[in-house]
């Protein structure tokens, strides 16, 4: 007798979707009455599946911290952050992990101007040269939200230790892993799986510095953390990528649920093994709150419309019903700020010159 037990499958998403004159969301902090309880529901949803993330990791030294959160200050991220400071004790410091890449093609693009741009990217030419210190280098969009995030997280969080870190990579630093990273995340081979890659690898390495205070001298500093959450999944369930607005925009909302239901269907084969080998090559396990099963299936089941709204500008309309949440639990901030890929906003992609698009295979 075969003791194999079925592997779970990405579920049928429901097909369901308006008319193009049906109700839209006027603002994040007015929730339509059509919407109250699906935003309660995402928040209970999401609440239980970080409480069961966090709630049996093993203790580390006292005063250490025990979490670790992949933080780029965006929506996913943060959500994922305030909920995990109701299940952690208040006396556990948390540490977020903030990854930022010397990117030599954007520092020469900042200070000399953008000359292989296209034409409206060639204003750039007349920008006054600045000079890079080594903090301005590492001043990537990610860094700029992330420090800005932690802000909020303080005034609504009193009383909790938050450990921003900030991980910077030298360029010749990443050059000199980039073999090693390739061959953990084979059979990934793309542009895309690496630049994605090497930011997880140096940000689950967590070596980096942290400050008291914003202006205060840095520390060196290596989280103990064993485990870390991921915001993985939003995107892919809620439409958050830009792909699903121009899917609308060439086949309505029935093109949108395809192009969701790919989204799914894609992520164990697409992420979660390159990603799983690469973070735990540290030795360190992550968990991922919007992928657990419940959470999962309470998406599915939604008409698409609850969960995006293409016919809304981008900040409002992209995971519209998680941006509604963030705002009721308080995230103000987050919950207005727009998608930006890891690999774009920790500078990690497109480091030389010749680097191209994403899809294409490495050499």
Excluded at 91 to 115: Q, T
Excluded at 201 to 217: L, N
Excluded at 308 to 315: Q, Y
Aim: proline share 7%; hydrophobic share 35%; with cysteine.
């Amino acid at each position: 007798m075969s003791l194999k037990k079925p592997q779970a499958t990405p579920p049928r998403l429901n097909q369901n979707f308006p008319g193009d004159e049906s109700a839209r969301i006027g603002a994040l902090d007015t929730i339509p009455d059509w919407l109250q309880s699906t935003v309660d529901d995402l928040i209970q949803h999401l609440d239980r599946s970080v409480m069961l993330r966090v709630q049996n990791i093993p203790p580390t030294q006292p005063g250490q911290s025990r979490l670790a959160v992949l933080f780029s200050g965006g929506i996913d991220s943060t959500v994922i952050t305030l909920l995990a400071h109701r299940h952690i004790p208040i006396d556990e410091p948390i540490d977020l992990l903030n990854v930022a890449f010397e990117n030599p093609r954007k520092i020469r693009v900042h200070n000399e101007g953008n000359f292989g741009g296209v034409p409206k990217k060639q204003k750039k030419r007349n920008t006054p040269q600045i000079a890079t210190s080594n903090n301005a280098t590492y001043m990537v969009p990610d860094r700029k939200t992330g420090l800005q995030e932690v802000e909020e997280l303080k005034r609504l969080c009193p009383g909790r230790v938050w450990n921003f870190v900030e991980v910077d990579v030298p360029y010749q630093e990443s050059r000199a892993a980039r073999k090693h990273v390739e061959s953990l995340m084979t059979p990934g081979r793309t542009v895309m799986d690496l630049s994605l890659a090497i930011a997880l690898y140096f940000a689950s390495r967590a070596v980096g510095q942290i400050r008291s205070q914003p202006d205060a001298d840095s520390v060196p500093y290596t989280s103990p953390a064993r485990v870390l959450l991921n915001g993985l999944g939003s995107d892919e369930l809620l439409g958050g990528y830009g792909r699903h607005r121009s899917a609308y925009s060439s086949g309505g909302w029935s093109a949108v649920i395809e192009e969701l239901q790919l989204e799914i269907d894609r992520i164990p084969t697409r992420n979660l093994g390159r990603d799983d080998r690469v973070i735990s090559s540290h030795g360190k396990e992550t968990r991922h709150p919007f992928l657990s099963l419940d959470v999962v299936s309470f998406l599915a089941e939604l008409p698409v419309h609850f969960k995006m709204d293409p016919r809304l500008e981008v900040g409002l309309g992209d995971k519209a019903l998680l941006r509604l949440s963030c705002y009721k639990l308080g995230l103000v901030e987050a919950s207005s700020r727009k998608k930006r890929a890891l690999q774009f906003g920790s500078h990690s992609a497109r480091m030389e010159e010749t680097d191209t698009k994403g899809d294409l295979l490495l050499e």
